[in-house]
C-alpha cells in the first residue's frame, strides 16, 4: 500500500512547490513594481490599501523612511 502512494506525494509535493514557488516570485514582482512606480502605489492604496501598508512597513523596517509621506503630499497636490 506503501507504494501505491509514494508517486501520488510526490506528485503533491511538486505541486505544493511550484505554488510556493509561483507565491514568491509574485509577491516580488509586485513589491519591485510597488517599489518602483509611485502611480502603481496610488492604485494601490485605493484598492488594496492592506498590500501597500506591508510594502510600507517593510521599507521603514529596511531603514528607508520618508516614501510614505512622499506619496501622500504628491497625492494630496495632484488632488488640488
Known amino acids: 500500500m506503501a507504494r501505491t502512494l509514494e508517486p501520488l506525494a510526490k506528485k503533491i509535493f511538486k505541486g505544493v512547490l511550484v505554488a510556493e514557488l509561483l507565491g514568491v516570485f509574485g509577491a516580488y514582482v509586485l513589491f519591485k513594481?510597488?517599489?518602483?512606480?509611485q502611480d502603481f502605489r496610488q492604485t494601490m492604496?485605493?484598492?488594496?490599501?492592506?498590500?501597500?501598508?506591508?510594502?510600507?512597513?517593510?521599507?521603514?523596517?529596511?531603514?528607508?523612511?520618508?516614501i510614505r509621506e512622499q506619496d501622500q503630499e504628491k497625492w494630496l497636490n495632484n488632488k488640488s
Do not use: N, W
Open 33 to 37: 513594481k510597488m517599489d518602483t512606480s
Open 45 to 66: 492604496s485605493k484598492k488594496f490599501p492592506s498590500v501597500l501598508e506591508v510594502y510600507y512597513k517593510s521599507i521603514e523596517y529596511s531603514g528607508m523612511y520618508g
